[in-house]
């Protein structure tokens, strides 16, 4: 038994080196996070309008130009408002956004443990 | 005359309502069911039939004289899409709920000769609640039947993405399990009011609950396919709102059967169950007006106006003020609860899927209509797409599966875990299985690895009970083993598809270091309604394997819109998918070509999650 679970520490550690992602296309990853402003629920990746292709044109030449994928969050956002990212970010317009199914899975946790707590009583 | 007989029906089968009230409200003190009621519940699903037959007919024979069919239809377009028409838009699908809802309530007359029958009664009443909304709805402000003067010549089409067979049958089925859940609704409302929540209510609903989730598993399921192979993009889910809208009712419903199943053995969780009867027939109606009312930018959002939303939301808004009042007023909560519980337990194992079920259904419904609510609170716009669902639900999905290869283990009432060291042992297998596959697919890191080895586990542990366990718990079993099967597709789809996005011109060749892609050359064809030009790519694979493709562009005539239909070559393994797709004022096409691994794995699984329902459906217990 004692074994099995160093063994399993063992593995989890060999594996947490792993982290971090590579980011092997990362015009892909910002494209396919952008919205198509002309299109009906379609990432700018996946659409092949013109102003999809135009904007997948844009990220590329950004990227080569020494952009981070931040900077050019921010200068789509500046120009298109924060409609055209599908990520939306954790500011003040979005706290209930992240939080809140967050605070329902404490909630429900907290009635699940109610029910074992009075059962002691 | 097609129109107005389906117009007459329609009407005839409002006052059917007000019949059916009356000699249900005039038969509740009696001891046995009018026949009178049964014959005027068949007569209203009757006329309601007709009426929808009557708009099918129109479709067929276009008769432009029809507003409906004036606006989506055309004389070119083939005639099974004709019918498909009928229902491909707003009057027409809703002409689909109001049949649904009198299908379902006739069916219930039939199969409840053991239930209560002042409960049955009050189903039927409350049924008739929401029926008789709905037809105020239709007639009022979306009649499929509205009349022109002078008759069109010509229609103005279908849309094209809507021609299509896996589009064309996805509204219907999804409709069964969409408003199938009304019956949910109107039988819990009624359980209430006679305080009939209890075992044997728990096993009579449960076949409801069945069906409603099957077919809602099929909807979606349809409609997935469609998205995957029309919209051109090669995904099968883009937490689209009106994909969330029709995931929201699923996860209730089976949030709500694994609840039943407690409910079956002991008089435990009613308000619980109850709530979740209410909120799955609410969420389906919520799904219709943020459809119907045009606040969603989706596809489905067909031909939309304001009036016709603000009715659906006060509807809604009767319907749920309806259902607390009858909840606060008639309910008497169970005496005997909270002793009840133990931790290591089934109970417990299905309290904590609940809690993980209420807890992805809240980050659908908050990410749905989190958006909506700001931008009037503070007319800003965002959006909220894949990367916030992707965060907040992949890391809850590991203890879930977890949860549910282990939960289903445990007796009821209170339990010792069996076999811990085998448990253990399947999970240091599924670890090592995962590590060898991730290490070897140049994928490495570390959420992949933990979310493989949890899929794993639940798909080893269940695999294993098929051959341990004599099939005596067989469709939980099936459903547990199909959804592992479903995320490990899911994930392996995930990490390995390649996509190559070119340009081309015809004889062009786009070469990289594993295939050449050859634009052999390009033909017309013309069919019933649009002109196709087929395009013809001999793909060479590295291994001297070559595939030829054949993607297309439809122009449709009417209305002049172009889609691209993909070429997909489907194997065991992996999917080929092309799709080519003209560029203004350019001599060249924008090809897109992917390789999809374990698609068809996907939707077979889905498929088999369904088919689980359906053994569970005919099984005549649960296991003790």
């Known amino acids: ?121 | 005359m097609a129109s107005l007989i389906g117009y007459y029906s329609l009407i005839i089968g409002f006052g059917i309502s007000f019949l059916i009230i009356f000699f249900s409200i005039k038969n509740l003190s009696k001891s046995k069911l009018d026949n009178k009621i049964i014959f005027s519940v068949f007569f209203q699903f009757f006329f309601v039939s007709l009426s929808f037959l009557g708009l099918v007919q129109s479709f067929i024979s276009s008769d432009f004289s029809n507003e409906t069919v004036f606006n989506h239809s055309h004389t070119t377009v083939p005639t099974f899409y004709k019918i498909s028409g009928a229902w491909g838009n707003h009057e027409g699908s809703l002409l689909l709920w109001l049949l649904v809802l009198t299908l379902f309530i006739f069916l219930f007359l039939l199969r409840s000769n053991d239930q209560p029958k002042k409960y049955r009664i009050l189903t039927l009443l409350f049924q008739q609640i929401i029926i008789v909304g709905f037809f105020v709805f239709l007639i009022k402000t979306s009649s499929p039947f509205n009349y022109i003067f002078p008759i069109p010549k010509e229609g103005l089409g279908l849309n094209p993405i809507l021609q299509d067979p896996a589009l064309a049958i996805h509204p219907p089925i999804l409709y069964l399990g969409y408003v199938g859940s009304s019956i949910i609704f109107s039988s819990a409302l009624a359980a209430i009011v006679t305080n009939y929540i209890s075992s044997s209510w728990a096993k009579h609903i449960k076949k409801w609950i069945l069906t409603s989730w099957i077919f809602l598993t099929l909807g979606i399921l349809l409609g997935s396919i469609w998205a995957y192979y029309e919209l051109g993009w090669g995904g099968f889910w883009f937490w689209d709102p009106v994909e969330n809208v029709s995931l929201m009712p699923w996860l209730a419903l089976i949030t709500l059967l694994h609840c039943t199943l407690v409910l079956e053995k002991k008089q435990i969780l009613t308000s619980w169950v109850v709530i979740l009867s209410i909120a799955t027939f609410t969420l389906s109606m919520c799904g219709t007006f943020l459809v119907r009312s045009g606040i969603l930018n989706s596809v489905h959002t067909f031909a939309n106006d304001p009036e016709r939303g603000l009715y659906i939301l006060i509807f809604l808004f009767i319907l749920v003020f309806l259902s607390i009042f009858i909840f606060l007023f008639f309910y008497k909560s169970e005496k005997t609860t909270i002793n009840s519980f133990f931790w290591l337990s089934k109970e417990t194992s299905i309290l904590v899927n609940n809690w993980f079920m209420m807890y992805f259904l809240s980050v659908v419904l908050i990410g749905t209509t989190y958006p909506i609510f700001l931008e009037v609170l503070s007319s800003e716009q965002i959006s909220v797409g894949p990367p916030f669902y992707n965060k907040l639900i992949i890391p809850f999905l590991v203890p879930f599966l977890l949860a549910m290869a282990i939960g289903p283990k445990l007796k009821w009432i209170k339990s010792e875990l069996e076999n811990k060291l085998n448990l253990i042992l399947f999970l240091i297998i599924s670890l090592l299985l995962s590590t060898f596959i991730i290490r070897n697919l140049d994928i490495s890191f570390l959420i992949n690895t933990i979310l493989v080895t949890s899929a794993f586990y639940l798909f080893l542990i269940t695999l294993k009970d098929f051959f341990s366990k004599k099939f005596n718990n067989l469709s939980q079993n099936f459903a547990h083993f199909s959804f592992s099967l479903l995320i490990l597709s899911i994930l392996f789809n995930n990490f390995l598809s390649t996509e190559i996005i070119t340009n081309l011109k015809i004889n062009e060749t786009y070469e990289n270091d594993s295939l050449k892609i050859n634009f052999k050359s390009i033909e017309q064809r013309d069919e019933q309604n649009f002109k196709a030009i087929i395009g013809k790519f001999v793909i060479e694979h590295n291994g001297g394997q070559t595939d030829i493709m054949q993607p297309e562009l439809r122009i449709y005539n009417q209305p002049n819109i172009i889609t691209s239909e993909a070429d997909i070559k489907t194997t065991l393994y992996k999917d080929k998918f092309m799709t080519m797709n003209s560029v203004q004022n350019q001599e060249y096409f924008n090809i897109r070509y992917q390789v999809k691994p374990f698609m068809i794995w996907i939707w077979l699984s889905t498929f088999l999650i369904s088919l689980s329902g359906l053994i569970g459906f005919f099984k005549k217990r649960y296991e003790n």
């Open chain 1, 1 to 121: 038994m004692r074994s099995l679970k160093f063994f399993i520490v063992i593995l989890i550690i060999f594996n947490f080196n792993l982290v971090h992602a590579k980011t092997k296309n990362l015009d892909e990853k910002i494209t396919k996070n952008l919205r198509c402003l002309i299109c009906q629920g379609q990432s700018v990746h996946d659409s092949d309008s013109e102003f999809a292709i135009s904007l997948k044109t844009l990220v590329k030449k950004k990227l080569n130009e020494g952009d981070s994928e931040e900077e050019i969050y921010n200068y789509l956002k500046d120009k298109y408002g924060e409609w055209i990212l599908y990520d939306p970010g954790f500011s003040k317009n979005t706290y209930f956004l992240w939080l809140l199914p967050l605070l329902m899975f404490l909630i429900g946790g907290a009635i699940i443990l109610k029910l074992f707590i009075y059962k002691k009583n």
